[in-house]
Each structure stands twice: as structure tokens, then as C-alpha cells.
């Protein structure tokens, strides 16, 4: 039977919560138990996917096609176990399903509200859907403790908590781990401790009492400051954990274990045969994430370069692939749509670079300043990567500059003389739409969003780099490279070495007469972890290191 750890934060918000919860599951699985982490967002959006990413950062999207909070990356990439649509939930989503319910008669004409409507929806999504053998639940809420919309979430927790009790052995079900501030106040040369005890009166008064508080500060936490927190939060002093800042997110699980959070959520469980956590793998990563041998600067070409956490799974899958070839990978951010004016010196700041990656977006801003990267790393051989958007660019620039398209285009900016990027509903025959409607449910101009498979071509660079004929990535796009094309692009020396299964769909494009040149429709950088680089990252990153050989 799963045991439920619920994590909740208050103070202020961006504590830290996701990278927590990520890093105890991937404790909890040095020691040998199996663990899935969920995230319940109280906002009303139904789930990110319309959200912008100056408002909520990227959106993880999950093999079975969920558009899901960016927390779940750090729980995949820390664990390794795929997040699924049962793993995130929204109040929207909550109140979408009572609404429609309700709609239907299903409450028989009751008054729907939220107690005990709302409340049972969510404690039902907590439990929905779990592995038989599973042993640890981890649920992250967030926000903070007294934010309004997270009431119901609260309400849901005390009541799940009650009902679940103890198990027959008379040990607990469930734990509570509260995440707050220990600030320092420069003026008074001191911690305080005061807004942690308000936020734990805050949470308890709610109905819930944490058996475990994680303290996050910038400076060292006294013992004395720990008692302190203890007496007055009514928590063991040993379950009040410092959480300092760490010199990289993957170094937070062995400090975490270090400060004995692992340890002490064994404890409030009641389990005292656990084994040792088995932490070399995780060692293996900090070895090589700080004894590098070597050096490469990337250039990544986009559009919301000035946030960080809009292409927080690529900066992260580009570490993955320096850890592949113990090397520091280091990240030059430029605004694709600097590269349009007409005084840019794009060589200047492109010649630097030991690699070019266009990522992912959506809209035209910016799309000419890409275009103009991809010219460039054809051109003078630097490594390129493009990705979903990216690889929609380079085949546009092979069809201006190459093939003779002058008028190539993406339909996404407006009307274009050459679509060679557009829906599928606008250059698929209605034959072919309506067999892979059937095949896949409705395409037409929608997004194609979860793993899809590709075929790859057995003489390809990709293949190499896969060792596979087929592999399985995931997508998040509407609009595709126009299959029409093909000839006329290959003629300029693109080749599609990856297609959909029926032959449809480009998936990748690549230059066999490039040091390396790679695009690829889908998303890699979602399945890439620091224990197992995604293939591409890793020879992306490998090529970068030949070329800062040539500069």
C-alpha cells in the first residue's frame, strides 16, 4: 500500500518545493523503494498550455500528451520514472469535471459545493491511477499556505489525511513536509525565524500539523534556531531540515541527505529497516558536472531568451549532454529578433559560438533573426540544432537559399507563395487526413502533442547517434514541414532522415556534408536526464567540442 507524502510552502512562493519533492523521490529510490510525484496547481487555467511563458515558464508535456507544470521535468529528470496525465491537475480541471457533472444530473440535484464536491474531486485525483507495487506518493501543492485558491487543496489534504489514518501496524499513512523562509536580516546580522512560525500557524490552523519543516535560508542554520523553530512549530528539532542553497540542483540530493530529510520522513513513517541509500549514481553526476576537462559555449537563438525558465528542460538537457562528454557547457542567450535589423553584425556575435541551437516557440517575431543563425551555421560549419520550430527554420532557409523557393514560408506568419511549413490540414490530400484521423484521432489543425514514433533512415547521422531504427519522442506543435517539399529540399542537400511510421510527417532533417546538422520536429530535451543524456545532447555537445578545437 503507497504511503503519501504531501508537501506544502508558505512564507513566499519559488522556495523550491518541486526541486524538494524531486530530490526525496530520488532518495527514496537509492534506497530502494518505488516512488511517483504529483503536482496540484490551484490556479483556474484547465492546465498551462495557454499560458504564456512570461506568466508560467515552459510547459512539460508527458508521453500520453498532458501540457503539464515544469515542476514535473525536475521529477522526471531526478527520477527517471515518466510523468503521466494523472500526475498534474489544476483547479480548473477540478472544477471542469464537476461542472460537466453537473451538467449531466450526476449529483441528482444536489447543491454543488465546494465541500464536499470539490474537495472529493481532488482527493480522488490524489489516489487515481497509482502502480500496485508503488511505495511512496509524493503530492507537491502550489503556492503558498493562505493563498485563497489553494483552500480546497488544503481542506482535501486534512481530510485525505484523516481518512487514511494508520495501517495496521499503527503507523502513520501519510506525512506532512512544510516548506518556509528563514530570512536573514542584514541590518540585525541575524536569522529570523518568526515568518516560518506563522506560516506553520497558518497551515495548522487549516487542520494540519507537518511532522517535517524544510527551512530554506542563505546562511547556516544554528542549532539554536533549529530548537527554536522546533518549540514553537511542535516538530522534533532533528525534522526542522536547513535547506541552503546548492551549487547545482543536482547536488541537492546528497545535501538534502546530508541535513537527514530522507531520514526523517523515514521516521515519521515509522520505518526503521530501510536501507542505506545507494548514492553513486548521483555522485557520478557532481563528479562530472564539477571535474570537467573541457569548455564549449552554445548559442541558443530564440525568442524569450530574458526567461530562464521558458526553456528550462533545453538548458538543463544541454548540461545532460556536457556531463556526456565531461564538459562545461556554457549558454549564450541572444534575442533572434536583434539578428532583423538591418545593422546587425550576426557574424560578430555568432563566430564565437562552438554550437547554434534554434529551440522550440510559436509566432513569427524573431523567425528572420533564426532563419539567419541556421544561414549562418550551414555556412561556415558550425554545429546546428534545431528543434521543433527550429527545424521548420532550417528547412526554410535550405528552401530560400538552397533550393531556388525564394518565397518559402511558414503559413503560421500569414499567406505564403511557398508553404513549405503549414497545418496538415492545409497540404495533406483529405484521403491521407481522413486515414490518419482514423489512425490517430483528429490532426487537422490541432496540436500534436505526446510521443509519436519515427522511422529512421539507416544510413543517417541520427542513426548513428540512436543505434535505432525506431525511436519514440515527444511532440508540442501544430504545424509541420510540408511533405510536398521533400524533393526540392533533398536536392539542396537536407535530407529527411526521420518520418512518421506512414510516411506523412518529417520528424528529422539533417546535412550529411555538415560537421553536424541535425533538426528534428520533436522535443528531446523532455526526456533527457543527468544520469542518462538524451543521444542528441551528447553528440550536439561532442561536435561542439570538435569545433572549439577549430576556432
Same mark, same amino acid.
Given at each position: 500500500?503507497?504511503?503519501?507524502?504531501?508537501?506544502?510552502?508558505?512564507?513566499?512562493?519559488?522556495?523550491?518545493?518541486?526541486?524538494?519533492?524531486?530530490?526525496?523521490?530520488?532518495?527514496?529510490?537509492?534506497?530502494?523503494?518505488?516512488?511517483?510525484? &504529483?503536482?496540484?496547481?490551484?490556479?483556474?487555467?484547465?492546465?498551462?498550455?495557454?499560458?504564456?511563458?512570461?506568466?508560467?515558464?515552459?510547459?512539460?508535456?508527458?508521453?500520453?500528451?498532458?501540457?503539464?507544470?515544469?515542476?514535473? !521535468?525536475?521529477?522526471?529528470?531526478?527520477? !527517471?520514472?515518466?510523468?503521466?496525465?494523472?500526475?498534474?491537475?489544476?483547479?480548473?480541471?477540478?472544477?471542469?469535471?464537476?461542472?460537466?457533472?453537473?451538467? &449531466?444530473?450526476?449529483?441528482?440535484?444536489?447543491?454543488?459545493?465546494?465541500?464536499?464536491?470539490?474537495?472529493?474531486?481532488?482527493?480522488? /485525483?490524489?489516489? @487515481?491511477?497509482?502502480?500496485?507495487?508503488?511505495?511512496? =506518493?509524493?503530492?507537491?501543492?502550489?503556492?503558498?499556505?493562505?493563498?485563497?485558491?489553494?483552500?480546497?487543496?488544503?481542506?482535501?489534504?486534512?481530510?485525505?489525511?484523516?481518512? &487514511?489514518?494508520?495501517?495496521?501496524?499503527?503507523?502513520?499513512?501519510? %506525512?506532512?513536509?512544510?516548506?518556509?523562509?528563514?530570512?536573514?536580516? @542584514?541590518?540585525?546580522?541575524?536569522?529570523?525565524?518568526?515568518?516560518?512560525?506563522?506560516?506553520? &500557524?497558518?497551515?495548522?490552523?487549516?487542520?494540519?500539523?507537518?511532522?517535517?519543516?524544510?527551512?530554506?535560508?542563505?546562511?547556516?542554520?544554528?542549532?539554536?534556531?533549529?530548537?527554536?523553530?522546533?518549540?514553537?512549530?511542535?516538530?522534533?528539532?532533528?525534522?526542522?531540515?536547513?535547506?541552503?542553497?546548492?551549487?547545482?540542483?543536482?547536488?541537492?540530493?546528497?545535501?538534502? *541527505?546530508?541535513?537527514?530529510?530522507?531520514?526523517?520522513?523515514?521516521?515519521?513513517?515509522?520505518?526503521?529497516?530501510?536501507?542505506?541509500?545507494?548514492?553513486?549514481?548521483?555522485?557520478?553526476?557532481?563528479?562530472?558536472? /564539477?571535474?570537467?576537462?573541457?569548455?564549449?559555449?552554445?548559442?541558443?537563438? !530564440?525568442?524569450?531568451?530574458?526567461?530562464?525558465?521558458?526553456?528550462?528542460?533545453?538548458?538543463?538537457?544541454?548540461? *545532460?549532454?556536457?556531463?556526456?562528454?565531461?564538459?562545461?557547457?556554457?549558454?549564450?542567450?541572444?534575442?533572434?529578433?536583434?539578428? #532583423?535589423?538591418?545593422?546587425?553584425?550576426?557574424?560578430?556575435?555568432?563566430?564565437?559560438?562552438?554550437?547554434?541551437?534554434?529551440?522550440?516557440?510559436?509566432?513569427?517575431?524573431?523567425?528572420?533573426?533564426?532563419?539567419?543563425?541556421?544561414?549562418?551555421?550551414?555556412?561556415?560549419?558550425?554545429? /546546428?540544432?534545431?528543434?521543433?520550430?527550429?527545424?521548420?527554420?532550417?528547412?526554410?532557409?535550405?528552401?530560400?537559399?538552397?533550393?531556388?523557393? @525564394?518565397? @518559402?514560408?511558414?503559413?503560421?506568419?500569414?499567406?505564403?507563395?511557398?508553404?513549405?511549413?503549414?497545418?496538415?490540414?492545409?497540404?495533406?490530400?483529405?484521403? !491521407?487526413?481522413?486515414?490518419?484521423?482514423?489512425?490517430?484521432?483528429?490532426?487537422?489543425?490541432?496540436?500534436?502533442?505526446?510521443?509519436?514514433?519515427?522511422? =529512421?533512415?539507416?544510413?543517417?547521422?541520427?542513426?548513428?547517434?540512436?543505434?535505432?531504427?525506431?525511436?519514440?519522442?515527444?511532440?508540442?506543435?501544430?504545424?509541420?514541414?510540408?511533405?510536398?517539399?521533400?524533393?526540392?529540399?533533398?536536392?539542396?542537400?537536407?535530407?529527411?532522415?526521420?518520418?512518421?511510421?506512414?510516411?506523412?510527417?518529417?520528424?528529422?532533417? #539533417?546535412?550529411?556534408? *555538415?560537421?553536424? /546538422?541535425?533538426? %528534428?520536429?520533436?522535443?528531446?530535451?523532455?526526456?533527457?536526464?543527468?544520469?542518462?543524456? *538524451?543521444?542528441?545532447?551528447?553528440?550536439?555537445?561532442?561536435?561542439?567540442?570538435?569545433?572549439?578545437?577549430?576556432?
Amino acid at each position: 500500500m503507497a504511503r503519501f507524502i504531501f508537501i506544502t510552502g508558505g512564507v513566499v512562493s519559488s522556495l523550491g518545493k518541486g526541486l524538494m519533492a524531486a530530490a526525496l523521490a530520488a532518495l527514496l529510490q537509492a534506497r530502494g523503494y518505488k516512488v511517483r510525484i &504529483r503536482k496540484l496547481d490551484p490556479y483556474l487555467n484547465v492546465d498551462p498550455g495557454t499560458m504564456s511563458p512570461y506568466q508560467h515558464g515552459e510547459v512539460y508535456v508527458t508521453d500520453d500528451g498532458a501540457e503539464t507544470d515544469l515542476d514535473l !521535468g525536475h521529477y522526471e529528470r531526478f527520477t !527517471g520514472v515518466p510523468a503521466r496525465q494523472s500526475d498534474n491537475v489544476t483547479s480548473g480541471r477540478i472544477y471542469q469535471g464537476i461542472i460537466a457533472r453537473e451538467r &449531466r444530473g450526476d449529483y441528482l440535484g444536489a447543491t454543488v459545493q465546494v465541500v464536499p464536491h470539490v474537495t472529493n474531486a481532488i482527493r480522488e /485525483f490524489i489516489a @487515481a491511477d497509482l502502480e500496485p507495487d508503488l511505495d511512496f =506518493l509524493i503530492c507537491e501543492i502550489g503556492g503558498t499556505v493562505g493563498d485563497i485558491e489553494s483552500l480546497p487543496f488544503i481542506e482535501a489534504i486534512r481530510q485525505f489525511r484523516n481518512e &487514511r489514518g494508520k495501517d495496521e501496524l499503527g503507523r502513520p499513512c501519510s %506525512v506532512s513536509i512544510h516548506t518556509t523562509l528563514v530570512p536573514y536580516i @542584514a541590518a540585525a546580522g541575524e536569522l529570523k525565524t518568526k515568518p516560518t512560525q506563522h506560516s506553520v &500557524r497558518e497551515l495548522t490552523s487549516l487542520g494540519i500539523q507537518p511532522e517535517i519543516l524544510v527551512c530554506r535560508t542563505e546562511h547556516p542554520l544554528p542549532d539554536s534556531d533549529r530548537a527554536k523553530i522546533a518549540l514553537f512549530c511542535n516538530v522534533r528539532k532533528d525534522a526542522v531540515i536547513p535547506a541552503l542553497d546548492a551549487k547545482s540542483i543536482y547536488a541537492v540530493p546528497d545535501q538534502y *541527505h546530508e541535513a537527514g530529510l530522507d531520514a526523517e520522513v523515514l521516521r515519521a513513517f515509522g520505518i526503521a529497516d530501510a536501507p542505506e541509500p545507494e548514492m553513486a549514481r548521483w555522485d557520478d553526476v557532481v563528479d562530472r558536472l /564539477f571535474n570537467w576537462e573541457s569548455e564549449v559555449t552554445i548559442g541558443v537563438v !530564440g525568442k524569450y531568451v530574458g526567461l530562464p525558465d521558458a526553456y528550462k528542460s533545453l538548458t538543463e538537457a544541454l548540461v *545532460h549532454g556536457g556531463l556526456a562528454n565531461r564538459v562545461k557547457v556554457r549558454i549564450s542567450w541572444l534575442d533572434a529578433e536583434l539578428f #532583423e535589423h538591418p545593422e546587425a553584425d550576426i557574424p560578430a556575435q555568432l563566430e564565437p559560438l562552438h554550437g547554434i541551437l534554434v529551440p522550440g516557440g510559436f509566432g513569427e517575431r524573431g523567425s528572420e533573426g533564426k532563419i539567419a543563425s541556421v544561414q549562418f551555421a550551414r555556412e561556415r560549419g558550425v554545429p /546546428f540544432f534545431g528543434i521543433c520550430l527550429g527545424m521548420q527554420m532550417a528547412c526554410i532557409e535550405g528552401a530560400r537559399n538552397l533550393a531556388g523557393l @525564394a518565397g @518559402a514560408r511558414s503559413t503560421e506568419f500569414g499567406a505564403a507563395d511557398e508553404p513549405v511549413v503549414g497545418l496538415i490540414t492545409e497540404w495533406m490530400s483529405p484521403e !491521407g487526413l481522413q486515414e490518419r484521423r482514423e489512425a490517430n484521432g483528429d490532426m487537422g489543425g490541432t496540436m500534436r502533442l505526446g510521443a509519436y514514433e519515427a522511422v =529512421l533512415a539507416g544510413n543517417s547521422v541520427v542513426h548513428s547517434i540512436y543505434g535505432e531504427d525506431r525511436i519514440s519522442e515527444r511532440h508540442r506543435h501544430r504545424y509541420e514541414v510540408n511533405i510536398h517539399y521533400k524533393n526540392a529540399l533533398e536536392q539542396g542537400g537536407l535530407l529527411f532522415t526521420g518520418m512518421s511510421p506512414d510516411g506523412a510527417l518529417p520528424e528529422i532533417v #539533417e546535412r550529411p556534408d *555538415h560537421p553536424w /546538422f541535425v533538426g %528534428v520536429q520533436f522535443h528531446p530535451e523532455l526526456k533527457s536526464k543527468p544520469f542518462d543524456p *538524451h543521444p542528441l545532447f551528447a553528440s550536439f555537445i561532442e561536435a561542439a567540442v570538435k569545433q572549439s578545437r577549430l576556432v
